[in-house]
């Protein structure tokens, strides 16, 4: 990126950034279950010189929105009917039309939120991807939309975002997931959604009252294909094409991306897809079933009536910290999604950070304290005592500037790679459409967390400005690396192939050359990256990593 480039783009996002500006220096921020105070005001802030744009005609109504430096904005847009009561734990149903005009000005209502806790660190770091206000509801079927071009007859890609949080927190209305910027500097159309999470998403009552219950398997997932469907019927009024749509999500996001392309009715709803530091599979209808049982005895429910858990009160069932997931109920989720025939035409892209674990263990007293002795042990554990020392001496060699921690973490992450390349591997073995791996090795200077699990979310959105909190004041050559990122994607969703004029060459990973790109100040290509340790591993040494739930 040019300087001037670089320059007019401070410029254009600097009332973004005044508020931001102080409000990433508190502590204990926002989570998926807290208040980043003032948050909304950022909002505010960049919507001063907004306009109220025309009425644009959907399938379900008329809606207004706002125009903000060029782009028009549309959020809190309906796309199902209300989920609680008699309606609770079931399919989801298209919303009722409205008359008049609505105003799509303000970010619809979310998910209730687990009770999952987050450390105080680890709750600044995530400020950014968590609530500007209180608002949880069973009434959470709600999206947003960016575009700078309404009935223009545009073909726009479609870029539908599928936020984190693991399967039980999480919105699509925050503000590092803006897609205001990907919609400007990227001429897409840029989607969010919220969708049911947690006990109301993804509680299993299949066997124990079956029918409708039945057919409600997988909620969360079924809202997520009903917002499908709303992109595919009208976002050719907001400039799109319905027929090049993307799905991306990071950590649980990239989980629902992997059940969808597994899901017979998100068939033909999306074209390409990116798991960002997520997949997966669903558990059992056997576990599904024991844990819609446990929490039926928590709440001193007897199984025969079962249906008056849609009457509990919504706190009631969150307190109660039901342990719930998606499940292969042989109908919505047929089958384990991963290498499904149902997507072996959907190009891929798929990857994880260097460094997942660190942001789930910044909160830990000792956190990034490690002696030479305990990395010695580490290592030795790798490759046994007698290769251990020349190993800490090629990482040495590698990264002279690191800590004994982080040089731990980086050995770890080459023994055995984080869970996106091996889905990349599987994906690659099973599908005939391309498969594009990458690491992101780009290191943040916050609390000194490497690149940790989130890390690329700021700059795939083309807006670093805005997510201080996780990246720190913002470099030319950062610039650099958003344009290439956010770049590569936009490149994807439009054609299915990242590759784009400002980055190196990407090519599709495959069994014999296994490239994967390598996100860094440079950026650069590597051929298997870790191999040469993976070779001298000694039996069992590292059991797999977990990455945290996002």
Same mark, same amino acid.
């Given at each position: 990126?040019?300087?001037?480039?670089?320059?007019?783009?401070?410029?254009?996002?600097?009332?973004?950034?005044?508020?931001?500006?102080?409000?990433?220096?508190?502590?204990?921020?926002?989570?998926?279950?807290?208040?980043?105070?003032?948050?909304?005001?950022?909002?505010?802030?960049?919507?001063?010189?907004?306009?109220?744009?025309?009425?644009?005609?959907?399938?379900?109504?008329?809606?207004?929105?706002?125009?903000?430096?060029?782009?028009?904005?549309?959020?809190?847009?309906?796309?199902?009917?209300?989920?609680?009561?008699?309606?609770?734990?079931?399919?989801?149903?298209?919303?009722?039309?409205?008359?008049?005009?609505?105003?799509?000005?303000?970010?619809?209502?979310?998910?209730?939120?687990?009770?999952?806790?987050?450390?105080?660190?680890?709750?600044?770091?995530?400020?950014?991807?968590?609530?500007?206000?209180?608002?949880?509801?069973?009434?959470?079927?709600?999206?947003?939309?960016?575009?700078?071009?309404?009935?223009?007859?545009?073909?726009?890609?479609?870029?539908?975002?599928?936020?984190?949080?693991?399967?039980?927190?999480?919105?699509?209305?925050?503000?590092?997931?803006?897609?205001?910027?990907?919609?400007?500097?990227?001429?897409?159309?840029?989607?969010?959604?919220?969708?049911?999470?947690?006990?109301?998403?993804?509680?299993?009552?299949?066997?124990?009252?079956?029918?409708?219950?039945?057919?409600?398997?997988?909620?969360?997932?079924?809202?997520?294909?009903?917002?499908?469907?709303?992109?595919?019927?009208?976002?050719?009024?907001?400039?799109?094409?319905?027929?090049?749509?993307?799905?991306?999500?990071? #950590? &649980? @996001? /990239?989980?629902?991306? *992997?059940?969808?392309?597994? !899901?017979? %009715? +998100?068939?033909? $709803?999306?074209? =390409?897809?990116?798991?960002? #530091? &997520? @997949? /997966?599979?669903?558990? *059992?209808?056997?576990?599904? !079933?024991? %844990? +819609?049982?446990? $929490?039926?005895? =928590?709440?001193?429910?007897?199984?025969?009536?079962?249906?008056?858990?849609?009457?509990?009160?919504?706190?009631?069932?969150?307190?109660?910290?039901?342990?719930?997931?998606?499940?292969?109920?042989?109908?919505?989720?047929?089958?384990?999604?991963?290498?499904?025939?149902?997507?072996?035409?959907?190009?891929?892209?798929?990857?994880?950070?260097?460094?997942?674990?660190?942001?789930?263990?910044?909160?830990?007293?000792?956190?990034?304290?490690?002696?030479?002795?305990?990395?010695?042990?580490?290592?030795?554990?790798?490759?046994?005592?007698?290769?251990?020392?020349?190993?800490?001496?090629?990482?040495?060699?590698?990264?002279?500037?690191?800590?004994?921690?982080?040089?731990?973490?980086?050995?770890?992450?080459?023994?055995?790679?984080?869970?996106?390349?091996?889905?990349?591997?599987?994906?690659?073995?099973?599908?005939?459409?391309?498969?594009?791996?990458?690491?992101?090795?780009?290191?943040?200077?916050?609390?000194?967390?490497?690149?940790?699990?989130?890390?690329?979310?700021?700059?795939?959105?083309?807006?670093?400005?805005?997510?201080?909190?996780?990246?720190?004041?913002?470099?030319?050559?950062?610039?650099?690396?958003?344009?290439?990122?956010?770049?590569?994607?936009?490149?994807?969703?439009?054609?299915?192939?990242?590759?784009?004029?400002?980055?190196?060459?990407?090519?599709?990973?495959?069994?014999?050359?296994?490239?994967?790109?390598?996100?860094?100040?440079?950026?650069?290509?590597?051929?298997?990256?870790?191999?040469?340790?993976?070779?001298?591993?000694?039996?069992?040494?590292?059991?797999?990593?977990?990455?945290?739930?996002?």
């Amino acid at each position: 990126m040019s300087s001037q480039r670089f320059l007019r783009r401070r410029a254009h996002s600097s009332d973004r950034r005044k508020f931001l500006a102080g409000g990433v220096r508190l502590a204990g921020l926002a989570t998926a279950t807290s208040l980043l105070p003032g948050a909304w005001q950022l909002g505010a802030a960049a919507e001063a010189n907004a306009t109220v744009t025309s009425s644009v005609t959907t399938r379900d109504g008329k809606l207004r929105g706002k125009t903000i430096d060029g782009v028009h904005t549309f959020k809190g847009v309906p796309y199902g009917a209300p989920t609680g009561g008699e309606r609770r734990f079931l399919a989801p149903v298209v919303v009722q039309p409205w008359a008049g005009v609505r105003d799509a000005f303000d970010w619809g209502h979310y998910s209730p939120q687990s009770l999952r806790p987050r450390g105080a660190k680890q709750r600044q770091f995530f400020s950014v991807l968590g609530a500007t206000k209180q608002d949880a509801s069973e009434d959470c079927l709600y999206l947003n939309v960016w575009t700078k071009g309404l009935g223009d007859g545009g073909k726009r890609p479609v870029m539908v975002w599928l936020h984190g949080g693991g399967f039980d927190q999480g919105m699509g209305g925050a503000v590092g997931y803006d897609g205001l910027a990907l919609a400007k500097n990227q001429d897409v159309v840029s989607v969010s959604l919220n969708h049911r999470l947690n006990v109301f998403g993804y509680l299993y009552l299949g066997e124990i009252l079956g029918g409708e219950f039945a057919d409600g398997a997988n909620a969360g997932q079924q809202d997520i294909v009903l917002a499908l469907n709303w992109v595919r019927d009208n976002i050719a009024t907001f400039g799109g094409d319905p027929n090049r749509v993307m799905i991306f999500g990071q #950590s &649980g @996001g /990239g989980g629902k991306v *992997s059940l969808l392309l597994g !899901t017979p %009715a +998100a068939k033909g $709803l999306f074209h =390409t897809a990116a798991m960002q #530091s &997520g @997949g /997966g599979s669903g558990t *059992s209808k056997e576990k599904a !079933t024991a %844990a +819609a049982e446990k $929490l039926l005895g =928590t709440l001193g429910i007897a199984r025969a009536d079962a249906r008056q858990l849609q009457k509990v009160p919504m706190e009631k069932l969150i307190a109660a910290n039901a342990s719930v997931g998606p499940v292969i109920d042989g109908k919505i989720l047929p089958a384990d999604p991963l290498g499904s025939p149902l997507s072996q035409d959907v190009p891929v892209i798929v990857g994880a950070t260097r460094t997942e674990m660190t942001v789930y263990q910044i909160d830990d007293a000792n956190y990034g304290q490690m002696s030479e002795s305990d990395l010695l042990g580490n290592a030795e554990r790798l490759v046994g005592a007698t290769k251990a020392n020349d190993l800490i001496a090629v990482y040495r060699k590698r990264y002279p500037q690191a800590t004994p921690y982080a040089l731990s973490m980086y050995m770890m992450d080459d023994a055995q790679p984080g869970r996106g390349t091996a889905v990349a591997l599987a994906r690659n073995k099973l599908g005939q459409a391309g498969t594009f791996v990458y690491r992101w090795d780009w290191e943040t200077p916050v609390m000194d967390l490497l690149a940790p699990h989130t890390n690329e979310i700021p700059f795939v959105f083309d807006h670093i400005e805005d997510c201080q909190s996780m990246t720190g004041p913002i470099t030319p050559k950062m610039r650099e690396l958003e344009a290439q990122a956010a770049g590569a994607w936009a490149a994807f969703a439009r054609s299915g192939n990242p590759n784009h004029k400002g980055l190196p060459n990407w090519p599709a990973y495959s069994t014999e050359n296994k490239s994967v790109m390598i996100f860094d100040t440079p950026s650069h290509v590597d051929k298997d990256p870790g191999a040469e340790l993976r070779a001298q591993l000694v039996e069992d040494a590292l059991k797999r990593p977990r990455l945290g739930p996002g």
